[in-house]
């Protein structure tokens, strides 16, 4: 069975850091290209970054880019997400996420139960 | 950057078709997938590469995606598919979501 499971959530300072981690189980991590989503208290989904199977390919929302650092390991079979120079707006349930790509179809199988990170003072 | 927009809410009543529409430009170039999440919980796929369902999704739920807009249609709608959806597409290397529509089964 296919488990992600995040964690590293909490409350943060404005202009504070954070790492998230999901732990990735029931299927070979090594080959797949992995996501963050998140989605602000009563808001819709919004993409994070997404990290290919070995960390070759790496893209950012243009929000993110240059605060957040997506990274893995696959020994580990775990993804990571380092958030730095947090701002409220980045307040957010953080989800890991499976994506499946065939044939210029691009989309997610898979996610975790998600782990809140509130920016606040 | 892309866009996808939707209609905030959808009103229908048990047994009956809801229809949920996605739109963006020339989104019938690229392939559509949907996502239903309940309150609470994680989102859940239920439709890719525009017709597809996954396993274990029931057979009401279809798609469809041509011109600017995807459809999403839930046939003889359950009270169990009340929910938040949401379409998604890739472009330029980057995600893009929907802004969701709220189900509701009335």
């Known amino acids: 069975e296919v488990q992600l499971v995040e964690s590293g959530g909490g409350l943060v300072k404005p202009g504070g850091s954070l790492r998230l981690s999901c732990a990735a189980s029931g299927f070979t991590f090594s080959g797949y290209t992995m996501n963050w989503v998140r989605q602000a208290p009563g808001k819709g989904l919004e993409w994070v970054s997404s990290?290919?199977?070995?960390?070759?390919?790496?893209y950012y929302a243009d929000s993110m880019k240059g605060r957040f650092t997506i990274s893995r390991d696959n020994a580990k079979n775990s993804l990571y997400l380092q958030m730095s120079s947090l701002r409220a707006e980045d307040t957010a349930v953080y989800y890991c996420a499976r994506e499946v790509s065939y044939s210029s179809s691009y989309y997610f199988d898979y996610w975790g139960q998600g782990t809140l990170v509130t920016v606040s003072s | 950057s892309y866009e996808l927009t939707q209609p905030p809410s959808v009103s229908v009543s048990p047994g009956q078709t809801a229809s949920i529409t996605c739109s963006g430009d020339k989104l019938g170039d690229k392939y559509a997938s949907w996502y239903q999440q309940k309150p609470g919980q994680s989102p859940v796929l239920v439709i890719y590469?525009?017709?597809k369902r996954p396993s274990g999704i029931p057979e009401r739920f279809s798609g469809s995606n041509s011109g600017n807009t995807a459809t999403l249609t839930i046939s003889g709608t359950q009270a169990m598919d009340e929910a938040d959806y949401y379409c998604?597409?890739?472009?330029?290397?980057?995600?893009?979501f929907g802004t969701g529509t709220k189900v509701t089964v009335l």
């Open positions: 990290i290919s199977s070995s960390s070759s390919f790496i």
């Open positions: 998604q597409a890739w472009d330029s290397s980057t995600y893009v």
């Open positions: 590469q525009d017709t």
